[in-house]
């Protein structure tokens, strides 16, 4: 208890990674550790068949990548306010209902946070992102309901909302001494999110804060969506994408998209996609490639792919340099050659569109607060370290400073505070 107010845990739910934080009773801010030591924790579960448990976050994804045997379940946000979340799914050797893999997230969730502090939360700020889909006003909201849902029966009994930008904005503020026009960038795996909000450490007691948000603006394009396109662009062609074939004829691409979209992989694998697949053998010339292809949906090897090329991505935007995209678990043959590489310039090409999409949303936003330009540009989501991303950013906002913010716990902090 803090005072009178129980705390409330801020909890920030993401595609790719969930982290949390709350005011302690000695009043200072504490990022959870939700993950070992580290605050970030992979939004991943993994049912294994093996032991029949289910792991999580980084422990579900090491099991995935170890090959035992059992299903991993991620981008679980992203189908928030999709039908698909009454659906079942085969996890194991049994059958569960989408939304129920959200809730018992939440439960283990909620259970390390108080493992950590050491008593019962029952009250939570949540996250949201400006969209959680796109120009669908009513599955939005029936998203943000479902996320209130799957809290309340993981057994928190008061739940808010709150921005997830907003958030962002809030942690940066605690930061400044003066009054700042700041657009918060927030990209992580599954969207991207604009902020301008006027800054200024002298308000950030006051309870409502909605007259310093100027403008907000989101787009639902984010690091999952680079992996897609850097997988086709890199690795597919390895496996006959963009093959001219028999007749001069492109060979058919629907199983390299399905392949390429962390939640339509299973589906190449179906016996159905399998025989598809495998007829597709006349449209090649090159067999070599066919071969290769069914080597990666028969050894079902496309989430492995995408993480691979997820890592390279991450590798040659940190350090500008080129990155191997680790791709031996597909040779046939000891001398087979499989040189997939990220480049500066391939990853600035591949990911050219959707950049250009995300940054005009980032203008769009400071257009709408009816600005020129901000001082600042905040940058939090682990994309935001995106080389490229910046680059562009910079080129299109040169009067802002770039300030690189806590790419990973900043939201959740933001989400307390609030
Ligand atoms: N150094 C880096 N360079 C580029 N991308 C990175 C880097 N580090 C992490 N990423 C990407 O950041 C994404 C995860 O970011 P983050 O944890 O902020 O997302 P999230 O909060 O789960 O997603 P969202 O906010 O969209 O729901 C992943 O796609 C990951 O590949
Ligand atoms: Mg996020």
Redesign the pocket.
């Not at 993401?14 to 990674?17: A, I, K, L, M």
């Not at 992580?188 to 969207?191: A, D, I, P, Q, S």
């Given at each position: 208890m803090i005072g009178n107010r129980p705390p409330v845990l801020g909890i920030?739910f993401?595609?790719?990674?969930s982290a949390a934080a709350l005011i302690t009773a000695a009043g200072s801010l504490q990022v959870v550790p939700l993950d070992g030591k580290r605050a970030?924790m992979p939004?991943a579960l993994f049912f294994s068949s093996e032991s029949h448990t289910v792991l999580y976050g980084s422990e579900a994804m090491q099991a995935y990548l170890e090959g035992t045997e059992g299903r991993l379940l991620r981008s679980l946000?992203s189908l928030l306010g999709s039908p698909l979340m009454d659906e079942y799914t085969a996890v194991g050797d049994r059958s569960m209902r989408f939304f129920d893999i959200v809730v018992l997230f939440f439960k283990e969730l909620r259970r390390r946070c108080e493992t950590y502090v050491g008593h019962s939360l029952t009250h939570a700020v949540l996250g949201r992102?400006v969209h959680f889909v796109d120009d669908n006003p009513e599955r939005d909201s029936l998203a943000q309901e479902t996320l209130r849902r799957a809290a309340t029966e993981a057994g928190f009994t008061h739940i808010s909302f709150q921005l997830?930008p907003i958030a962002a904005a809030l942690d940066f503020e605690q930061r400044i001494d003066k009054e700042t026009l700041a657009l918060v960038v927030?990209i992580?795996?599954?969207?991207s999110d604009f902020t301008v909000i006027r800054l200024d450490p002298a308000r950030s007691l006051q309870a409502d804060r909605s007259d310093d948000i100027l403008a907000t603006t989101g787009i639902h394009i984010?690091?999952?969506d680079?992996?897609r396109l850097l997988d086709l662009s890199t690795v597919m062609p390895l496996l006959g994408y963009k093959h001219v074939g028999t007749g001069g004829r492109i060979v058919p691409n629907s199983v390299f998209f399905d392949l390429c979209t962390w939640h339509l992989i299973h589906q190449a694998y179906t016996r159905k996609a399998l025989h598809f697949a495998k007829e597709l053998w006349t449209d090649f010339t090159d067999l070599t490639l066919h071969r290769r292809l069914m080597g990666a949906l028969e050894e079902q090897h496309g989430h492995r792919m995408l993480n691979e090329v997820?890592l390279a991505?991450?590798a040659c935007?940190?350090s500008g340099q080129t990155a191997p995209v680790a791709l031996d678990f597909l040779r046939h043959a000891p001398d087979e050659h499989l040189g997939a590489t990220i480049t500066a310039a391939g990853m600035a090409e591949a990911l050219h569109q959707a950049l250009q999409q995300v940054v005009q949303c980032a203008q769009d936003c400071v257009t709408a607060a009816g600005l020129q330009a901000v001082d600042v540009v905040y940058l939090t989501?682990?994309?935001s370290?995106?080389r490229p991303l910046v680059n562009v950013l910079q080129s299109t906002m040169p009067r802002a400073t770039l300030v690189e913010g806590n790419?990973?716990g900043g939201v959740a902090a933001g989400l307390a505070l609030t």
């Open positions: 920030d993401g595609t790719s990674n970030e939004t946000k992102p997830e927030d992580g795996g599954g969207t984010g690091g999952t680079f992996d997820e991505k991450i935007s940190m989501g682990g994309s370290a995106l790419r990973f």
